[in-house]
Structures are given as structure tokens and as C-alpha cells.
């Protein structure tokens, strides 16, 4: 088992390495009737992902009223991994000091 802290550049960059699209074709008859649609199923390509999109950074102490949140950048992701090939995911991972949110 390994847990990953990941930073990507944005969702889509995300959503490509942690989801497989498969496309099924259609089956049409000899006549061009349509008999199944085809269908684009999206499976993950790990057991354990945990989305947690934009971060912000903690506001100041005191936090003036006028305080305007600031995000963090990136699109982040938490994964824990059990046996699944995890070389896609080397590039966007990271250490954070203080994670938000962890594995229990």
C-alpha cells in the first residue's frame, strides 16, 4: 500500500491519468439498423481515489473581515494505491507539508 499527495496542472490532467475511457462499438445490422448504441464507459484506474480539486491557503490569524480566500495552485488528488502500477502518477506527486486531507 502507498498513498500519494498529487498536484496536477488542472482536471483534465487529472481525470486523464486517473480514468481509463473505453469506447464500445455499435452493433448494426445487415440492414443499418442500430441493434446496440455505442457507449463510452469511464473506469478508474485506481481502487482508492479521493478528489479534492482547488486547495486554499489557510487564512491569516487573526483573519481580517475583508479576507479573500486564495487559492492554491494545481488540482489535487489523493490516492492510495494497493498493488496497481503507479509510474503515471510519479510526475504530479508531492509532499506536503501539512495535508489536508489523509487516509484514515
Not at 483534465?12 to 469506447?23: D, G, H, M, N, Q
Request: hydrophobic share 35%; aromatic share 10%.
Amino acid at each position: 500500500m502507498q498513498d500519494f499527495y498529487l498536484k496536477f496542472p488542472d482536471e483534465a490532467t487529472a481525470k486523464s491519468v486517473l480514468y481509463t475511457t473505453t469506447t464500445t462499438l455499435a452493433v448494426v445490422d445487415s440492414e443499418g439498423n442500430v441493434i446496440t448504441p455505442a457507449t463510452n464507459e469511464v473506469k478508474p484506474n485506481f481502487a482508492n481515489i479521493d478528489i479534492i480539486g482547488t486547495i486554499y491557503e489557510s487564512p491569516p490569524e487573526p483573519t481580517p473581515e475583508n479576507y479573500v480566500p486564495v487559492a492554491v495552485e494545481g488540482f489535487h488528488v489523493n490516492v492510495r494505491a494497493v498493488g496497481e502500477d503507479t509510474s503515471s502518477l510519479t510526475t504530479y506527486a508531492m509532499t506536503p507539508v501539512n495535508p489536508r486531507r489523509v487516509w484514515a
